[in-house]
């Protein structure tokens, strides 16, 4: 089955038309009002020229990153430290029965 395509008709905004728009729309499921179409036109014609622009500062001998800076191992290692007791844990309590946190029943009386 062959999909139609927008027309070819360019604007200054990266090439973006009102009937490329329309054509998204369709793709997206997505109803449109022509006042929408216009300034979406605008709006991702924008998009897609400072896309444009920063593609052309981008050249092959930059690296893409993730950081700005470079960085090692940013995680610190894992290591078991002292735990509370029980009487620690359940000091700041509102509720308890000595060994456990006493809470309100939220599932009802099925459980």
Known sequence: MSQSTPSQG???EAGLTPDVVRHLAGLAR???TEDEVAKLTGELGIILASIDKVSEVA????????????LT?????DVPGPTLTTAEALAGAPDHDGSR???TAILGEEQ
């Open 10 to 12: 360019k604007s200054k």
């Open 30 to 32: 997505i109803a449109l």
């Open 59 to 70: 050249t092959a001998d930059v690296p893409g990153t993730s950081h700005p800076i470079p």
């Open 73 to 77: 191992n940013v995680y610190r290692d």
């Open 101 to 103: 946190f006493r809470v």
